[in-house]
């Protein structure tokens, strides 16, 4: 497995979630007109046929409800910190960014293309928060975390759980029920973090190939 080297204290995390609290302050304070949040801070599929590409990203970083940002942050803090110690600052400011574009693509396709909502719009950092948790869980399989912060579960089962939980949420969206939750975003982070822990272990292979040659 990938050899991570212990870093300074986390700085990128809290940068990040500073940002966070930030744009939810626009949007809930009177400095920004709602139709600019609306255009630039959440994503649809019908915002990015518009051209509005850059809203594969932002909605990485709003939020419009204050339990949403604090559940998202709550998490955020208590692994993403844990992983920029392990990572370092470039790796987690990476993964950070293509888990957001990842789960916020996912959003767009699938509300297009299995719940035929195109203009059915999603904001929050759910999407780069459930890559975060898939990466570590995948590294750290074995570690406890809290599944639906209430039952003490090996770090991979919790992951799945939650996997499974998102897979079936979707599944109850496309036949017209669920709850009001993003779970293609979900889906789409957790998978960017299954593809950077293969992308970790094979350039860990090739590193261990270097040095026995």
Request: with cysteine; aromatic share 18%.
């Amino acid at each position: 497995m990938y050899k991570f080297r212990r870093h300074r204290k986390p700085f990128i995390i809290p940068c990040l979630i500073f940002i966070n609290i930030v744009v939810y302050l626009m949007w809930v304070s009177k400095l920004t007109t709602p139709n600019f949040m609306e255009l630039n801070f959440l994503i649809s599929w019908k915002l990015l046929v518009d051209g509005r590409y850059w809203d594969l990203i932002t909605p990485a970083f709003s939020h419009n409800m204050f339990f949403h940002l604090f559940l998202n942050m709550f998490v955020l803090s208590s692994f993403g910190g844990f992983m920029e110690t392990f990572m370092g600052r470039r790796r987690i400011l990476f993964f950070y960014l293509i888990a957001g574009f990842a789960g916020n693509l996912a959003h767009a396709i699938t509300s297009n293309f299995l719940l035929r909502e195109p203009e059915l719009p999603a904001l929050g950092a759910s999407g780069a928060v459930a890559g975060i948790i898939l990466l570590f869980s995948l590294i750290f399989p074995k570690e406890k975390i809290l599944f639906f912060g209430i039952i003490p579960v090996p770090a991979i089962v919790g992951a799945l759980g939650f996997v499974g939980f998102d897979l079936w949420g979707l599944y109850t969206q496309s036949q017209g029920g669920g709850l009001p939750i993003g779970h293609g975003a979900h889906l789409g982070g957790a998978f960017a973090g299954i593809i950077y822990f293969f992308f970790l272990r094979r350039k860990s292979r090739k590193a261990l190939l270097l040095n026995r040659i």
